[in-house]
């Protein structure tokens, strides 16, 4: 229904090469990405998660503040 009329935005932390995988059934899989796949622009990011990048600096700030005296 959306086809040629407006815009969707998946994400997924699985990559697509892995999707027939954890969707299983491989028509369901091929029908699925043939939709999602054709005329799609695809993003792919790397490097660490911002997750881990802010509970880094938030254990560090929890470290640091408890060192400091009250």
């Known amino acids: 229904d ?3 009329r407006s815009s969707t935005i998946v ?3 699985v990559p697509v090469e892995e999707w027939h995988a ?3 059934s ?3 899989a091929d029908a699925i990405l ?3 796949v054709h005329n799609a622009h695809r993003i792919e990011l790397s490097g660490e998660s911002m997750r ?3 509970a880094r600096r938030a254990t ?3 470290t640091l503040d408890a060192r ?3």
């Open 2 to 4: 959306r086809h040629g």
């Open 11 to 13: 994400t997924s932390q």
């Open 22 to 24: 954890v969707i299983g």
């Open 26 to 28: 491989p028509t369901l």
């Open 34 to 36: 043939d939709r999602l």
């Open 52 to 54: 881990r990048i802010t």
């Open 60 to 62: 560090t700030t929890e």
């Open 68 to 70: 400091e005296p009250s």
